[in-house]
């Protein structure tokens, strides 16, 4: 058995994640009751990197088909998260990004949910994915921070290790 075997059946998904910021407000969409993944929580904007696909065009993708927005002020890369899941011998990586754009946009409803401009400081007490309510609270505190997380699961989905570093 060669060092590679481990990976033979080990699939990585990779996914971009955005928060998009105008004018001291942030956009967040509050997922619909009837998605599989994270029902009724705040997240940012983002899904999966396409085979063949580079970050930055998925990014952009992602952001056009569920906001319409496509011109940027700014765009940083702030985290690479990784979420294990043994279950299935699967990981995701995720990318997230931070954004700012020129004017506030109202952001129509859509199949995945509807969309809120929200002051983030008022994100401490909406429903969100651990990883992201985690990373809010950093970049409260350093919106300059680069993280590098790290969320184990069990076989129920469930966080049973994490690590956060922050760089810079």
Request: glycine share 6%; hydrophobic share 35%; net charge positive.
């Amino acid at each position: 058995m060669t060092h590679l075997d481990l990976y033979k059946n080990y699939k990585t998904v990779l996914s971009v994640n955005a928060l998009i910021f105008s004018k001291g407000k942030l956009l967040l969409l509050k997922r619909s009751a009837n998605k599989k993944v994270d029902p009724n929580m705040y997240a940012g904007i983002g899904g999966k990197v396409e085979p063949h696909e580079d970050f930055y065009t998925a990014l952009r993708r992602e952001i056009k088909e569920e906001t319409g927005l496509t011109k940027f002020k700014s765009v940083r890369l702030f985290s690479v998260t990784q979420h294990p899941f043994p279950p299935s011998d699967c990981e995701w990586v995720n990318l997230y990004f931070m954004i700012t754009i020129e004017k506030q946009v109202v952001v129509p409803k859509s199949e995945d949910g509807d969309f809120f401009w929200i002051d983030p400081k008022k994100t401490k007490k909406l429903p969100m994915p651990t990883d992201l309510k985690k990373y809010m609270q950093i970049l409260a505190k350093d919106p300059n921070a680069f993280i590098l997380g790290y969320f184990d699961h069990n076989e129920d989905g469930k966080i049973i290790n994490e690590k956060l570093n922050i760089l810079g």
